[in-house]
């Protein structure tokens, strides 16, 4: 599930904001998609691939970063 906070109001993370601001969560969607597209028809150059090992996967699932 998305994640959204108020770090200024709420530094230690506590509450997630996306189930009551669907509509910032689209618009920062929509304005992360327009920024990665504007970067690819730039031609930035992408790294390639990144291998994770099961260690490094799960240390990110444990802070949350991934779901896979």
């Known amino acids: 599930p998305p994640l959204l906070f108020n ?3 709420d ?3 506590r509450n997630n904001l996306a189930s009551t601001r669907t509509d910032l969560l689209v618009r920062m969607a929509d304005a992360l ?5 504007e970067m690819l028809l730039q031609g930035v150059p992408q790294g ?7 260690d490094e996967l799960q ?3 444990s802070l949350g970063y ?3």
């Open 48 to 54: 390639p691939p990144v291998q994770l090992s099961p």
């Open 33 to 37: 998609k327009v920024a990665r597209d």
């Open 59 to 61: 240390r990110l699932r």
């Open 7 to 9: 770090v200024v109001d």
């Open 11 to 13: 530094p230690l993370e």
């Open 66 to 68: 991934t779901d896979q």
